[in-house]
């Protein structure tokens, strides 16, 4: 036999108190039932329990509950569930002292929490904790609910206040029918709670939710039997919930709807305890069926099975008392066959007794994982709230939340052209500097390997190059002498040489603006959770970056003009110095009369012999004109092609798309700062469902603020 801890002190007791016990087939039932000693009248009193980590926990699971973390986290609670005419209100009259409604046109139709507090001065406090789904409104209205009540609960005075707590709930009163093809809300998913005070309470807590039933009625649909199943299910599904599944005796268990929904909630049924009621009204004969059940050997639950015994309807009629309750309880159990039963399974006392057991060690067990579930939920919902921006209602907030975006935007962006890719920077479409040297190494690659006409230093297709020459000079005779070459021939043939500059410049600034846009979108994302903001934020910075784009374009074609308009100029020195060295080369080729390159320094003495070499080599003034415009066609297309490419790298992409005016740096607090109220509001108010869901999330915060505070100064496990 397993054992479960003290309460108080943490040794070990024995669980036989807990589990029942079969009596032996060898053994007759024992002749007679000894009665538990008669304590305190008031069927909660439990002297001798109390433990100060008990009435520590107690109080702060009932802390919590009170701030309604239980909206957002389960706590450990009992739950009675049990069809209707089960005798759960019975049961519930028995454990609490309260009289419930016991005929099935009154039952309630929301949720009572019902809580024992010690204090000095008896009383009984009544309020409602709203839905987690109600308006602020609504939730104001319900919390505005209070009521401290001096004289004690009586029939009259609790179902006045049942009645009370309907209508503001905006439900119909007990006993009210229902009308036919009526739609209106009849259960409420609110709970009543009700804090039964005085000296001589003990610590624990029960949930009642209204009764289970299969057809409709005067007083109920076949809708609200759905309603109340699924209010049902949402108490009893949480792992922390244990469930007191009250049964009739005069029906077989497994047909009864409560252990249909047990076996959904609890498939293995460790949290349930089962409690069979009216056994006194069973037909003779059927009292085996219920001892089987009872000894756990029907519905097997790791917690067993009780058995009560009510007041009957004729009881109730003839005014018996809860303290007569309880005496014709113990004769009943004490007549056989049921005092063959174990003494701790049967009463309400007992079961009383296990419950509070049985919740505090459930406490005690989870409380270490509540407060960590409590920390995680701070933790999420203030991201949330992070996400959502700071608040941005008037037009001072709206400036200073563009404010702040824009200042942090200036600062990412500037790092990430400078190449500083820190912390948020260091993925990959945050580091803009080096894509953008990718693309521009890229495109001096394009211009060098594919940016030309003809390919002027592969010597293979020198003569095919020549002829090109020739032809275009053909072609563009003018008035010059024979011989001598016409100076526009070589602007002819630098912008033939030139003409793919344009289409792989044009593909380039695509390609550094989907880079851009591409950084920007990423950036923003970073910086602003809120995707309404993020898309006006970009719609208002889309006119500025367009214009960007436009200038970028004009800029290029100003560049393509000046280098392949009307004047070849070049102040580089190095282009003369290509072109003698070039031709140097050449003559000394010629006079030589060999392939290999001579030394352009050495000093050549021209021979008789060498002359009449050289005369051999010359072959036409058109030749030589057609050589010359090749070599200045080779050295001014070397310069001018890495002049071009640094300057669409300098002059178009560092100035127009990276520039203090360009899409990457727009967005700016100068920019903010000139916005009127009219535009803050249009691109940075927040519509009503955003306010409303931080007010929600902000509420929720204070909440499970206030619950960590209790759970962490409450009990140190």
Not at 35 to 54: C, H, M, Q, W, Y
Not at 331 to 355: T, Y
């Amino acid at each position: 036999m397993s054992s479960l801890r003290s309460l108080s002190s943490g040794s070990e007791i024995d669980t036989t108190m807990f589990m029942p016990t079969p009596p032996s087939s060898s053994q007759p039932p024992s002749p007679e039932f000894k009665a538990i000693e008669d304590k305190p009248s008031s069927v909660g009193t439990t002297a001798g329990f109390e433990s100060r980590d008990l009435v520590n926990l107690f109080g702060v699971i009932d802390k919590l509950r009170e701030c309604g973390v239980s909206e957002d986290i389960s706590l450990p609670q009992i739950v009675v569930v049990g069809d209707q005419s089960s005798g759960k209100s019975s049961v519930l009259e028995a454990l609490t002292e309260i009289p419930f409604p016991i005929a099935s046109t009154l039952c309630t139709r929301y949720a009572t929490q019902i809580n024992f507090k010690r204090t000095p001065m008896e009383y009984v406090s009544v309020s409602i904790t709203p839905c987690k789904d109600s308006s602020a409104n609504r939730q104001l209205k319900l919390r505005g609910f209070k009521q401290t009540i001096h004289e004690g609960l009586d029939e009259k005075r609790f179902g006045k206040l049942l009645e009370d707590a309907a209508e503001i709930m905006g439900l119909p009163k007990p006993g009210v029918a229902a009308k036919p093809g009526e739609s209106g809300i009849r259960f409420s998913d609110d709970t009543l709670k009700i804090e039964l005070c005085g000296p001589d309470k003990p610590h624990f807590s029960v949930v009642d939710v209204p009764g289970l039933f299969q057809s409709a009625t005067t007083y109920q649909t076949d809708e609200d039997a759905e309603v109340v199943e699924n209010l049902v299910m949402r108490y009893m599904q949480s792992s922390r919930t244990i469930i007191l599944a009250v049964a009739s005796s005069l029906h077989e268990t497994a047909n009864q709807k409560v252990f249909h929904l047990c076996k959904k909630a609890d498939p293995k049924g460790q949290r349930t305890v089962g409690l069979l009621t009216k056994p006194d009204a069973l037909q003779a004969g059927d009292e085996d069926r219920i001892l089987q059940v009872a000894r756990n050997r029907v519905t097997e639950l790791t917690h067993g099975w009780f058995l009560v015994r009510n007041r009957s309807t004729e009881e109730v009629r003839k005014g018996v008392n809860l303290a007569q309750r309880l005496q014709n309880e113990k004769r009943f159990f004490a007549s056989p066959p049921w005092n063959g039963l174990d003494r701790s399974r049967v009463g309400i006392k007992s079961l009383e007794k296990f419950l509070r057991t049985l919740l505090f060690q459930q406490i005690r067990k989870e409380y270490p994982k509540l407060r960590e579930e409590l920390d995680l939920l701070v933790k999420e919902c203030r991201e949330e709230i992070d996400d959502l921006g700071p608040p941005r209602e008037s037009p001072e907030q709206q400036r200073s939340a563009l404010l702040q975006l824009s200042t942090d935007w200036q600062f990412l962006a500037r790092s990430a052209l400078g190449g500083y890719y820190r912390n948020s920077l260091d993925v990959d479409g945050l580091r803009l500097r080096a894509a953008i040297r990718r693309h521009n190494d890229l495109f001096a690659s394009n211009i060098i390997d594919h940016g030309h006409l003809h390919d002027l230093a592969d010597e293979t297709k020198t003569a095919t190059i020549h002829s090109w020459i020739r032809d275009v000079s053909v072609r563009s005779r003018g008035t010059e002498l024979e011989g001598m070459a016409n100076p526009e021939i070589l602007k002819t043939l630098f912008r033939l040489q030139t003409e793919k500059w344009e289409p792989i410049a044009r593909a380039h600034l695509t390609n550094i603006r989907e880079e851009v846009e591409a950084f920007n979108k990423q950036l923003l994302a970073l910086q602003c959770s809120d995707e309404d903001l993020r898309a006006r934020i970009t719609s208002r910075l889309a006119p500025a970056a367009e214009a960007a784009y436009r200038r970028a374009d004009d800029e290029l074609a100003r560049i393509l003009d000046s280098e392949r308009g009307e004047i070849l100029l070049t102040h580089d020195p190095t282009f003369k110095s290509t072109l003698d060295e070039t031709r140097n080369e050449r003559y000394c080729k010629d006079l030589s009369g060999r392939d290999h390159v001579a030394n352009p320094n050495t000093v050549f003495m021209p021979s008789t012999t060498s002359i009449a070499a050289l005369a051999g080599r010359i072959k036409t003034r058109d030749s030589e004109a057609n050589t010359d415009m090749f070599e200045y066609l080779e050295a001014y297309y070397n310069l001018a092609r890495t002049r071009y490419v640094d300057c669409v790298c300098m002059q178009v992409v560092e100035r127009h798309f990276l520039g203090p005016d360009g899409p990457v740096r727009v967005f700016s607090p100068l920019l903010v700062g000139k916005m009127g109220n009219d535009e803050l509001e249009a691109i940075a108010g927040e519509d009503m469902g955003t306010v409303g869901a931080r007010q929600a999330l902000s509420e929720r915060f204070r909440r499970l603020q206030e619950a960590q505070r209790i759970a962490g100064l409450g009990y140190a496990k």
